[in-house]
């Protein structure tokens, strides 16, 4: 039996001016678990982490963080509460520098863990180490991937929304991304993934959640979906 | 050339005034993405509140320079509530709609501040200090003076300080870039676009009271300053301090020098360098394309084609116009015969807002064009009045076509300050050049001729204005109107299907100008008179409250829009002394009440986020 989830997500809609997209979703993160989100270009992955960050309000549901009721709070709140985003389109302050870049997502630590630095993040992420000084439009898709995600835990969150981190990367900085993610995991921070790269998601997640067109159709185990037949063709017709 | 010398050191002391409000307003742009109207008032209120301050402090440098910043702080606190009780509600309103609000904080601190401290102008007596200069080639110079010309770099390199090495200065750098992103990180917008609204309050209130000593607090000093301010920010580059501060002393040492070399034109010489600016870098010195902002905000609404309801309503409203000078006193007509006037203004400025997409915060120039082209013709070609009237639209049209090309490849902020500076320089034209306009006294004696009595006129009117405004509706249901529309929606996609987005700006833009200048030359024989008045941002509000009273998404909207307004400022000129505070007041609850306007009142989108537009 897990704990009770760090986060509970229940029948939450969301919409874009009159376009429903969001029809109901339901989703349990436990402490420390990492939940893959697969699905289709369009299916709804990216618009589920607006929603839990609050840039996207959610028009119904109710969203549960640590025991606290976040659906109608503003982003920023529900940031310091401690829930990390780290955006697909990564969303770097260009005319920052690295050091300025991280100086933005500096939060308060919260909890036991020991806080996130500058240097300790260095050393997750060594391609960053020499470039404190260099503005972050002058960087590379995997620099920028790897810096987003670094901002992010400058904020010292519990659980961070990783919305495509291996998309466009080469297979090398994917290797990297792993690695990271999976030290990540070593210190107790939860991570919802939402990836279309199965075998990148396949090493790192516990469990996996299938969404289409704004619901969750199938949730389980991360190798059920990969090995069973039936539960693949049912909901992965990749 | 000591004597230009000379010019050129006041040219820079004032660039440095100029440069403390323009600092204030591209930086408060820059993270919050409104342009501030309401800055020049803070600049209003810095002049006034250091006065009184001043004037009870012991006449020594030392007080001087308390007096100053404690005005500082206290424009700042009042900045800080008008962002807090204000703007923090509007920040996702289309940026017309927000200009608009901030307008009417203007006409409301206008008020307020004669109530405060009269109608008089306010000196400062100066201490010795004050009245010291030293020789420079020979000449003797202002000390003061010199101490402003170092002011401008000292507040520039502070604020760079500012940014460049606290963590605050680092948000805001960062919300310049992608607010919605620093939010997500954990940082209270709120808090950030107030501080920031604090320091920008303050430096125009530090501005305002710099000027005091040369100078004095005056009621025309808010919108004399920011239009300098607008026309510093858009060439210096939006959103760019150093590129604010290099405009300022572009602009402060070209005016300072126009004064000695071409005092009639310098006015003209400003706009010609800020346009030679724009065709060069249309982002201005230092600025970058905008990124869009990553909050969506409310777009307009489509189109809606009228239902047969409104068909029917508005053809019993035709009969009954047409059938009023039978039925009404001569005063009724003549408020009637104004009505009409203002609802081709409305529906001309509605072609360029709705379909056009194009933020135009001047058209007053062209009514005022429009106006001044017909007295002229009477008074010095005796023209009759169809010539005179026929000239209104074509004076209006031209110069709008001129103005056009340079400005519709601009994006909508960019539009907005430029049409409201060009409009204020035209004003500046006819109050100035008095040979030919008769400067504050207009021109008077523009009557229609004899067999136009006041019901023909009314009648005339009627049709023209009328007649012009369904044309105008009519060019909107045309392949034009679509085409215009296209190219609002998406210049991109207009263009792969072959239309040329800035050509049909710039038609809709002369249609517009010239529709105006009928409007203007139909009230200069209404009125019998023009004044510079016509041409006042204040006019050019009229026009908007009016469309936006009638909401920009309906074609009725305009007409409703300036029945509706007409009786309103009659109505409010008459009840109270404080029009100007009770205007400010409607505007505000119709910008907070209705964002939609009027007619689109309640047709608002129910869920926040972004709403595509459709047509
Ligand atoms: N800003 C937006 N405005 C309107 N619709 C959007 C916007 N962003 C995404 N959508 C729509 O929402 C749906 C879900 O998109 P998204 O959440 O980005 O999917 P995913 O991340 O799974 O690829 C898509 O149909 C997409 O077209
Ligand atoms: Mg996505």
């Known amino acids: ?238 | 050339m000591t004597a230009l010398l000379i010019q050129l050191l006041t040219g820079l002391a004032g660039a440095s005034t100029l440069f403390l409000v323009a600092a204030g307003l591209t930086v408060i742009f820059g993270v919050t993405r409104v342009v501030n109207f309401s800055h020049g008032s803070l600049f209003m209120l810095g002049a006034y509140i250091g006065w009184t301050i001043l004037s009870r402090l012991p006449r020594d440098p030392g007080s001087f320079a308390l007096g100053v910043l404690l005005t500082g702080l206290a424009t700042s606190a009042i900045g800080s509530a008008v962002e807090m009780v204000l703007l923090r509600r509007i920040y996702k309103a289309p940026e017309l709609l927000q200009l608009l609000a901030t307008f009417g904080v203007v006409l409301i601190l206008q008020d307020a501040t004669q109530a405060i401290w009269g109608p008089a102008d306010l000196t400062l007596p100066r201490g010795p200090w004050l009245r010291s200069a030293v020789m420079i080639l020979g000449e003797r110079f202002p000390l003061y003076d010199l101490i402003l010309i170092a002011t401008g770099p000292l507040i520039l390199g502070t604020i760079w300080l500012l940014f460049a090495r606290t963590r605050w200065g680092t948000l805001v750098r960062a919300a310049t870039l992608d607010r919605e992103m620093v939010s997500a990180l954990g940082v209270d917008q709120r808090r950030l676009f107030t501080s920031v609204f604090a320091l920008g309050a303050g430096l125009a209130g530090i501005g305002g009271a710099l000027v005091l000593p040369q100078g004095s607090a005056n009621l025309q000093m808010d919108l004399s300053v920011i239009t300098d301010a607008f026309v510093v920010v858009v060439v210096g580059g939006l959103g760019s301090l150093t590129g604010a501060y290099l405009a300022a002393v572009l602009i402060g040492v070209l005016q300072a020098l126009g004064i000695v070399l071409l005092p009639k034109a310098t006015l003209v010489v400003v706009f010609v360098v800020m346009a030679c600016v724009l065709i060069v870098r249309p982002h201005g010195l230092l600025g970058r394309p905008l990124t869009a902002t990553r909050t969506d905000a409310a777009a307009i609404a489509p189109i809606r084609p009228a239902t047969p309801a409104l068909l029917w309503a508005a053809a019993a409203l035709l009969v009954l116009a047409i059938a009023a000078p039978l039925i009404v006193g001569p005063f009724v007509l003549s408020v009637l015969t104004d009505i009409t006037i203002a609802i081709l203004f409305a529906a001309s400025l509605h072609v360029l807002m709705g379909p056009g997409g194009m933020a135009s915060f001047g058209h007053a120039a062209w009514f005022g064009l429009g106006a001044y082209g017909t007295a002229l013709a009477v008074k010095s070609l005796a023209a009759p009045m169809p010539l005179a009237l026929l000239l209104a639209p074509i004076a209006a049209g031209g110069v709008a076509l001129v103005f056009g090309a340079l400005v519709v490849r601009l994006s909508g902020v960019y539009l907005a300050m430029l049409t409201l500076a060009f409009a204020q320089i035209v004003w500046a034209v006819a109050f100035q050049w008095s040979d030919v306009t008769g400067g504050d006294n207009g021109i008077l004696g523009v009557w229609p001729p004899a067999w136009a009595g006041p019901a023909s006129f009314y009648w005339i009117s009627l049709v023209l204005c009328v007649g012009g405004a369904i044309l105008l509706r009519r060019a909107l249901y045309a392949p034009f109107g679509f085409a215009l529309r296209a190219s609002r929606d998406s210049a991109l996609r207009a263009e792969a299907i072959g239309l040329n987005p800035n050509a049909l700006r710039l038609a809709a833009f002369t249609l517009a100008g010239s529709a105006a200048g009928l409007a203007g030359g139909l009230a200069a024989y209404a009125k019998g008179s023009v004044f510079p008045t016509t041409i006042s941002v204040g006019h050019s509000v009229d026009a908007l409250v009016m469309v936006l009273l009638g909401g920009v998404q309906t074609m009725a909207g305009p007409i409703i829009g300036a029945i509706a307004y007409t009786g309103l400022f009659d109505a409010l000129l008459l009840a109270t002394g404080f029009w100007r505070a009770a205007l400010g007041a409607c505007i505000l609850a119709i910008v907070l009440l209705f964002p939609q306007g009027i007619a689109g009142g309640f047709n608002r989108p129910g869920v926040a986020g972004s709403v595509k537009r459709t047509i």
Do not use: C
């Not at chain 1, 030290?183 to 998601?201: R, T, Y």
């Not at chain 1, 090995?227 to 909901?235: F, G, K, L, P, T």
């Open chain 1, 1 to 238: 039996m897990r704990k009770t989830p760090m986060l509970e997500v229940r029948n939450l809609h969301a919409h874009y001016g009159q376009a429903h997209i969001l029809h109901g979703i339901d989703l349990d993160i436990g402490e420390g678990e990492i939940l893959v989100l697969v699905g289709r270009n369009g299916a709804g992955k990216s618009t589920t982490m607006k929603a839990l960050i609050g840039l996207v309000p959610p028009s119904a549901g109710e969203i549960t963080f640590h025991n606290r009721p976040i659906a109608n709070l503003p982003p920023y709140a529900i940031a310091r509460h401690g829930l990390g985003y780290v955006p697909e389109e990564r969303r770097i302050f260009t005319d920052l520098t690295v050091a300025e870049n991280l100086e933005v997502g500096r939060q308060p630590a919260r909890g036991t863990r020991p806080a996130w630095t500058p240097h300790r993040l260095f050393a997750l992420f060594p391609n960053l180490a020499t470039m404190g000084t260099r503005p972050g439009g002058r960087m590379s898709g995997g620099e920028q991937q790897m810096l987003t995600i670094a901002r992010t835990l400058m904020g010292n969150p519990s659980l961070v929304l990783l919305d495509e981190p291996s998309e466009g990367l080469s297979p090398l900085i994917v290797e990297q991304m792993s690695h990271a993610i999976l030290a990540l995991k070593a210190e107790g921070v939860s991570i919802l993934l939402a990836e279309q790269n199965l075998h990148f998601a396949a090493r790192l997640a516990d469990r996996a959640a299938v969404i289409e067109t704004g619901r969750i159709v199938w949730t389980g185990p991360i190798q059920t979906l990969l090995h069973d037949e039936a539960v693949r063709s049912a909901h992965l017709a990749i």
